[in-house]
């Protein structure tokens, strides 16, 4: 064992002895072209090569001079695959006096949490159905058929262009969750497959950039209702939520009557989001990132979706139609994956370990077969956010698992009525809006 480490020393000589480091020597190395983790006890070095990781650069970079042992294993398959790009990084290991995490953290809590990743591994309980998914792919392109036959078969009246536009909606509801599946890749042993599906499930059926996507929800599942780390919680100056609503109304800012978000959401939230900012948001993204494979994948789903209703409706009737599938999605997209998260503990970095903070961010619904179709399975959040690659056939075999470890260390496993998570959505906003506005008027 090498003596204590110098800060800024370069990669590990194979076969050296490895430097040994302290918390506070690393605490430091959390700096835009800075940035040292620790996996396993030992630390690398990421400054250069956070801009080369395929989750991008924000999402590794989240957890600069933690311990990211959990994470590490939470977003990788192949572990020994990944370790082979891990090795030229190693500058040294934490030295033997110091704890593996860093801060006050519940260490019996992690050992506990980790014990329980092993038993899922155990049960096999990370290895997917092929026939499950290949089912949720098929009744998907059935719903895309079905759509056009309607409309093919009886007209483009009123009733027929409602019937299909209403299953068009649900046809990309479905394709947000096995896209997301896909994302996570939870549905193939190989990350590639996964990747290349994803690309056609999000470009071809959806018309978005599954790199987009990527770089955001990976993002929230890393440091999940964190602010400027989750870019879903991150909606300032439009919405305050959580700790931000405080700060707000301290520093007197008022760009909206905040006091009423929970009303002006129904205007600019759920019917908005997928129709105007995704969609912004996901066109300058591969513009920018210079993403062609994704842009020619987007471009694929919007000549299937003209050439198949512009005989029918012509340009502003096709276009028109776009636009309502489009609407009913955004709502089914912002009720669904927002009921377990905005009602939730919102805020800054708290530097919690990883089933600490992933359960203040999260609650589940109470399953049903519907729910757990119409949800993609995201009401047991909980169990996602915990194992994000875990096929989603899975939760359900899982769940009593994680509620034993949320009993034994008296952590929250909260559990809601469906209505119910969807009403807190509205009661969130309220309350964070009143929030502000006594720190606005008190101040």
Same mark, same amino acid.
């Given at each position: 064992?090498?003596?204590?480490?110098?800060?800024?020393?370069?990669?590990?000589?194979?076969?050296?002895?490895?430097?040994?480091?302290?918390?506070?020597?690393?605490?430091?190395?959390?700096?835009?072209?800075?940035?040292?983790?620790?996996?396993?006890?030992? +630390?690398? %070095?990421?400054?250069?090569?956070?801009?080369?990781?395929?989750?991008?650069?924000? #999402?590794? =970079? @989240?957890?600069? $001079?933690?311990?990211?042992?959990?994470?590490?294993?939470?977003?990788?398959?192949?572990?020994?695959?990944?370790?082979?790009?891990?090795?030229?990084?190693?500058?040294?290991?934490?030295?033997?006096?110091?704890?593996?995490?860093?801060?006050?953290?519940?260490?019996?809590?992690?050992?506990?949490?980790?014990?329980?990743?092993?038993? +899922?591994? %155990?049960?096999?309980?990370?290895?997917?159905?092929?026939?499950?998914?290949?089912? #949720?792919? =098929? @009744?998907?392109? $059935?719903?895309?058929?079905?759509?056009?036959?309607?409309?093919?078969?009886?007209?483009?009246?009123?009733?027929?262009?409602?019937?299909?536009?209403?299953?068009?909606?649900?046809?990309?509801?479905?394709?947000?969750?096995?896209?997301?599946?896909?994302?996570?890749?939870?549905?193939?042993?190989?990350?590639?497959?996964?990747?290349?599906?994803?690309?056609?499930?999000?470009?071809?059926?959806?018309?978005?950039?599954?790199?987009?996507?990527?770089?955001?929800?990976?993002?929230?599942?890393?440091?999940?209702?964190?602010?400027?780390?989750?870019?879903?919680?991150?909606?300032?100056?439009?919405?305050?939520?959580?700790?931000?609503?405080?700060?707000?109304?301290?520093?007197?800012?008022?760009?909206?009557?905040?006091?009423?978000?929970?009303?002006?959401?129904?205007?600019?939230?759920?019917?908005?989001?997928?129709?105007?900012?995704?969609?912004?948001?996901?066109?300058?993204?591969?513009?920018?990132?210079?993403?062609?494979?994704?842009?020619?994948?987007?471009?694929?789903?919007?000549?299937?979706?003209?050439?198949?209703?512009?005989?029918?409706?012509?340009?502003?009737?096709?276009?028109?139609?776009?636009?309502?599938?489009?609407?009913?999605?955004?709502?089914?997209?912002?009720?669904?994956?927002?009921?377990?998260?905005?009602?939730?503990?919102?805020?800054?970095?708290?530097?919690?370990?990883?089933?600490?903070?992933?359960?203040?961010?999260?609650?589940?619904?109470?399953?049903?077969?519907?729910?757990?179709?119409?949800?993609?399975?995201?009401?047991?959040?909980?169990?996602?956010?915990?194992?994000?690659?875990?096929?989603?056939?899975?939760?359900?075999?899982?769940?009593?698992?994680?509620?034993?470890?949320?009993?034994?260390?008296?952590?929250?496993?909260?559990?809601?009525?469906?209505?119910?998570?969807?009403?807190?959505?509205?009661?969130?906003?309220?309350?964070?809006?009143?929030?502000?506005?006594?720190?606005?008027?008190?101040?």
């Amino acid at each position: 064992m090498g003596g204590v480490g110098e800060p800024g020393g370069g990669p590990a000589q194979l076969g050296a002895p490895l430097p040994t480091f302290r918390w506070e020597q690393i605490r430091p190395h959390n700096l835009p072209g800075d940035k040292w983790l620790v996996i396993e006890r030992r +630390v690398y %070095d990421i400054s250069r090569w956070a801009q080369r990781h395929p989750g991008g650069s924000r #999402l590794i =970079g @989240h957890h600069g $001079a933690e311990d990211a042992t959990d994470a590490f294993h939470a977003f990788h398959q192949d572990l020994s695959f990944v370790r082979k790009f891990l090795q030229p990084l190693l500058i040294g290991e934490l030295a033997p006096e110091e704890p593996s995490q860093d801060g006050p953290q519940n260490a019996q809590l992690i050992e506990d949490f980790r014990a329980l990743r092993q038993a +899922v591994e %155990d049960m096999k309980l990370f290895e997917a159905k092929p026939t499950f998914f290949a089912f #949720l792919l =098929g @009744h998907i392109l $059935a719903m895309e058929v079905l759509a056009w036959l309607i409309i093919y078969l009886l007209g483009p009246g009123w009733v027929p262009s409602t019937l299909a536009a209403l299953i068009l909606a649900v046809s990309q509801a479905q394709s947000w969750c096995l896209q997301h599946d896909l994302g996570h890749t939870s549905i193939f042993r190989k990350s590639r497959w996964n990747h290349v599906a994803q690309q056609f499930v999000m470009g071809q059926l959806k018309g978005f950039s599954a790199h987009w996507w990527n770089f955001r929800h990976f993002q929230h599942h890393a440091k999940p209702n964190i602010f400027h780390k989750d870019p879903d919680v991150t909606v300032a100056p439009v919405f305050l939520l959580g700790e931000s609503s405080v700060e707000y109304g301290k520093k007197k800012r008022r760009y909206l009557p905040y006091n009423h978000q929970h009303l002006y959401f129904f205007l600019i939230g759920p019917p908005l989001l997928t129709l105007v900012n995704f969609e912004v948001e996901n066109l300058a993204y591969m513009l920018v990132c210079m993403q062609w494979t994704d842009l020619l994948w987007a471009a694929s789903f919007y000549a299937r979706f003209l050439l198949s209703y512009l005989p029918f409706y012509g340009v502003p009737g096709a276009l028109f139609l776009f636009v309502a599938v489009r609407v009913l999605e955004s709502h089914w997209f912002v009720w669904i994956t927002q009921m377990n998260h905005i009602p939730k503990e919102i805020g800054h970095e708290k530097h919690r370990d990883w089933a600490s903070s992933q359960l203040a961010a999260t609650c589940n619904v109470e399953p049903s077969l519907f729910l757990d179709w119409f949800s993609g399975h995201l009401n047991f959040q909980i169990e996602h956010h915990l194992f994000p690659t875990m096929p989603r056939h899975n939760y359900r075999r899982v769940a009593p698992l994680v509620k034993a470890l949320c009993a034994k260390h008296g952590l929250s496993y909260e559990v809601k009525p469906f209505l119910t998570a969807l009403v807190d959505i509205i009661g969130s906003l309220k309350k964070s809006g009143n929030m502000w506005l006594e720190a606005y008027l008190h101040q």
